[in-house]
Every structure is written in structure tokens, then in C-alpha cells.
């Protein structure tokens, strides 16, 4: 049996749903840590996870601009990377200023807040080989556009309108109710809805990436000074 997974960070740790390939039969949870991601059971082999993965050491990633000009008016959705010297930064205003001498630029208070989680992604990948050979980065609005026949859904994620669109999407893949199915006992304030939906997103990419439909921004992603790639599949 092969199983693929979709992977979100959501306030309790990563929200998983996994799939296997042939049956199509669906398990949900959250893990703690990125390890987990790819050890714990069902053991997915590719895990398409919504975090930037590969660092630069200046300057803003090719990915990011290439998904902010396919996304049009959802572009506010891709934040900047951090730079790999702000990455370890204990304070925002210090990943700022880190940021600021390099780049000119200062770390809004959004992107400061995945930079624990980005952290412990890149100190998993550089520390362990099987995470490094599964783990793979989507964005969840390329992922829809992609989907959405290369169009960028219609309304935001967090608005009502927007929930619906994208529920529709992964609905029709994976049957009514997919939403409650995943929730199951989570209460929402520890997994919100759109960490739901943008995991089923990644789940759909990794279908693709098993399959070999999968295409990346850039079409060849230049790697970071660790040997990761700079990209965002879809």
C-alpha cells in the first residue's frame, strides 16, 4: 500500500490527511513534529507540505515571485521567505534586523509567525534523511489555481465565499462532508477550517507528484547552499 499526504500547520502542531493510492481510503490527524510527518503511521511516501522549504541567503526567491504573478489578486497569500541568516532569529524585531542589514527589508508580524515552524522544517531537513526525500513544498493557492483550470479562486480563503469554492473543489475529489470528516473531534480553534482545506490542496499536488503530472515554479528550481530546492510544486 502507498500512501501520500497533505500537510498544513495549525495551532495543535501539522494537520495530515493522508490517502492511499489504490483504495483511496483517507486518514486524518495531527502530528507534533516534522519527523512524524513522514515515520508515523500510515508512513506517507511523499508529503506535500505547505511551509517554504529552501532558503536564500539574500534576495527574494524565484518561487515566490513566479506564484505571486500566477495568483493575481490571491498574491498576498505567498508571504516573503526568510532569509536563511533571519531564520534563526528568537525575536521578530532581530529576524528584522537581521533582514534589514541584508535586504533593506523588515519581517511582518504574518511571516514572523510561521518562522518557528519553517525552523524546525529546515533543522529536520538538514538533520535526517527520509524527511528530506519526502517532504516536498506546495502553497495551497497555487494549488487551487492549479486546480481551479490555472484560474485564482474567485475569493479569499478566510472569507465565507471563499471556504465554499474551495470545499466544492475538494468535495468533488473526495465526497461530501469532506470537511466534518477531517475535523472529526478538533475543535476550531485548535484546527481552523482553511488548515483543512489547504491540507486537502497539498494532498492533491502530491497525487500529482506520485503520478508524475506535477510541475514546479520555477520550471528548474535553483537550489539553496544546503542542496534544497527553491521551489513550489503544484
Not at 508515523?40 to 527574494?60: C, K, N, Q
Not at 541568516?85 to 529576524?95: D, F, L, M, N, T
Request: hydrophobic share 40%.
Amino acid at each position: 500500500m502507498a500512501w501520500l499526504a497533505g500537510v498544513d500547520g495549525c495551532r495543535k502542531g501539522w494537520f495530515r490527511i493522508c490517502r492511499e493510492t489504490t483504495s483511496g481510503e483517507l486518514a486524518f490527524d495531527v502530528v507534533d513534529t516534522v519527523d512524524a510527518l513522514v515515520e508515523e503511521p500510515p508512513g506517507p511516501t511523499i508529503v506535500a507540505l505547505d511551509m517554504p522549504i529552501g532558503l536564500r541567503a539574500s534576495g527574494a526567491r524565484e518561487c515566490d515571485k513566479a506564484a505571486r504573478a500566477c495568483l493575481g489578486p490571491r498574491r498576498s497569500s505567498v508571504f516573503p521567505a526568510p532569509l536563511r541568516a533571519a531564520v534563526v532569529a528568537r525575536s521578530r524585531k532581530e529576524a528584522s534586523e537581521i533582514t534589514r542589514q541584508i535586504d533593506g527589508r523588515r519581517v511582518g508580524v504574518q511571516s514572523w509567525a510561521i518562522y518557528p515552524k519553517i525552523r524546525r522544517v529546515d533543522e529536520t531537513l538538514a538533520s535526517s534523511a527520509a524527511p528530506r526525500g519526502a517532504i516536498r513544498e506546495v502553497h495551497p493557492e497555487v494549488c487551487f489555481w492549479a486546480w481551479n483550470g490555472r484560474k485564482p479562486m474567485q475569493w479569499a480563503k478566510k472569507k465565507a465565499e471563499g471556504l465554499r469554492e474551495r470545499v466544492a473543489l475538494a468535495e468533488a475529489w473526495l465526497g461530501e462532508g469532506i470537511l466534518q470528516r477531517a475535523r472529526g473531534d478538533y475543535r476550531k480553534k485548535d484546527l481552523a477550517d482553511d488548515d483543512i482545506i489547504d491540507a486537502i490542496a497539498g494532498l492533491w499536488t502530491a497525487h500529482r507528484i506520485a503520478d508524475g503530472t506535477a510541475k514546479t515554479l520555477p520550471d528548474s528550481p535553483p537550489q539553496d547552499e544546503t542542496g534544497l530546492p527553491m521551489e513550489i510544486v503544484f
